[in-house]
């Protein structure tokens, strides 16, 4: 619930737990990729953090998805956004993007980023690891379909999170072991979580 709070999610029911980003999201686009069929096409960017790019291009690989690289603009390092109008269309499946590089510390336009890729169908995964410490985030607001982040970069326990929309958390079947639960979001949590972290 708090965590819920802390993005803005409707419900705790769209947040779920696990050791770290990077794990969270790994287990997460092997579950979702399971929905793409070859000639599908996801988009990630040359600015993220491997965690993110390297978790859906494997995927995608996996799938066989082609994988398109939205590139950075100017030597800022700020993401050309203009330039998924050409990189987006009917196969895309997904788009993985940064809210914030771990590079270049540049932000990320997220409402603009999701409401082109909605417009094509596509669903967009947050790596927002990076903008919590300085930056509150509203899924609600900016319509975003999945987000993930680490409580250790604010200062919290070493743990990792992702919000999921609730009807994409319950449509997904995620890989899971026999005696974990079958609804969302508990469905997505292998083994016994780290509960003295989740208590800090």
């Known amino acids: ?22 794990s969270v999201t790994f287990s997460f686009s092997r579950a979702l990729s399971q929905q793409w069929l070859p000639g599908d096409e996801v988009i990630v960017s040359v600015a993220d953090h491997g965690a993110n790019r390297s978790s859906w291009v494997m995927a995608a690989q996996d799938r066989d998805v082609q994988v398109h690289y939205l590139p950075v603009k100017d030597q800022r390092g ?10 987006l269309s009917g196969k895309t499946k997904l788009v993985a993007l940064t809210a914030a590089s771990n590079i270049t510390g540049t932000i990320t336009d997220l409402k603009t980023v999701i409401e082109k890729c909605h ?23 900016l319509d975003v379909d999945f987000l993930a982040g680490s409580a250790y970069k604010f200062y919290g326990p070493h743990l990792g999170f992702l919000y999921g929309k609730a009807e994409w958390l319950s449509s997904i079947k995620p890989y899971k072991v026999e005696p974990a639960p079958t609804y969302a979001p508990h469905c997505w949590e292998t083994g016994t979580l780290n509960f003295e972290a989740l208590s800090a």
């Open 119 to 141: 417009k094509v169908g596509a669903k967009v995964f947050i790596d927002a690891v990076h903008l919590f410490p300085h930056q509150l985030v509203d899924v609600q607001a």
């Open 1 to 22: 619930a708090s965590a819920a709070s802390l993005v803005g999610a409707a419900s705790a029911s769209e947040i779920f737990f696990g050791p770290n980003m990077t």
């Open 78 to 87: 700020e993401l050309d956004v203009d330039a998924l109008d050409e990189l």
